[in-house]
């Protein structure tokens, strides 16, 4: 992994005030999604509903016991958004932009003139004198 995210990693907040919102929202979450299993038959809710309630309890009583669970949970986060990010931007490049790229390719389609000009002493084009170029920069809407 990369430097930039073992650096965020350890600057991970750990006030009691952050260890106390992670108690109580990750709990919740827990409690909730607990109670979300319990209403289907056959599925065991009691480790999210007892860990749930384990956390929100710890956050009210003792948040600074719940730096390692912090620790712990925000670095798979930050991990997980890390290589997601990575996965995303790759699935759009080959996914859309590659294949624009090649329709355009198989249709010779160039938006920017890219061609060497040997005896061509400037490759500055021009404006049309009908179009006042500080017009179109002072009004881009």
């Known amino acids: ?42 599925v065991p809710f009691l480790p999210f509903a007892y860990s749930g309630a384990a956390l929100v309890a710890l956050g009210f009583i003792r948040p600074v016991w719940l730096k390692l669970p912090n620790k712990v949970w ?11 990010g990575r996965v995303l931007l790759s699935v759009l490049f080959f996914g859309v932009l590659t294949p624009i790229a090649l329709f355009l390719k198989s249709r010779k389609k160039q938006f920017l003139d890219t061609r060497m000009a040997p005896d061509a002493e400037t490759y500055w084009v021009e404006v049309d004198a009908k179009r006042d170029a500080r017009a179109l920069c002072e009004k881009q809407y």
């Open 74 to 84: 925000m670095s798979l986060a930050l991990a997980m958004g890390w290589v997601m």
């Open 1 to 42: 992994m990369s430097e930039g995210l073992l650096k965020e990693i350890r600057q991970i907040e750990e006030t009691p005030r952050k260890l106390r919102e992670f108690g109580l929202v990750v709990g919740s979450v827990l409690i909730l999604f607990g109670g979300v299993l319990w209403r289907i038959k056959g």
